[in-house]
């Protein structure tokens, strides 16, 4: 069993920049795979950046390329998600996850098998 609680989120104007933030427990950390998705109001939950368990891989979305980071502290069990440039269209509940079975990201939520329970992030224009 995996918990995941991420924290970080909130209200920021258009342009500025959010750091979300997911600590896990249960199982080693350092043995898989971890994610963020995101999901705004009526639409799909959506893959947003991925890292492997050593941290030495990391795979974004078309649209995170250049303006977010993911990153992970396999000694603090967490890994996050500097977002900056952010966009209207960023808003949207987000979510880490963790793929216990892969070595690599995958994009498809389906593929992981832990969720946390979301954090809202809203982008005023």
């Known amino acids: 069993q995996v918990q995941l609680v991420e924290s970080g989120g909130g209200l920021v104007q258009a342009g500025g920049s959010l750091r979300l933030s997911c600590k896990a427990s249960?199982?080693?950390?350092?043995?898989?795979?971890m994610g963020w998705f995101r999901q705004a109001p009526g639409k799909k939950r959506e893959f947003v950046a991925g890292i492997k368990a050593s941290g030495g891989s990391t795979l974004y979305a078309h649209f995170a390329k250049d303006r977010f980071t993911i990153s992970r502290d396999n000694a603090k069990s967490t890994v996050d998600l500097q977002m900056t440039s952010l966009k209207s269209e960023d808003t949207a509940v987000y979510f880490c996850a963790a793929d216990l079975r892969r070595f690599d990201p995958r994009t498809e939520p389906d593929e992981y098998d832990y969720w946390g329970q979301g954090t809202q992030v809203t982008v005023s224009s």
């Open positions: 249960g199982r080693s950390f350092s043995s898989y795979v």
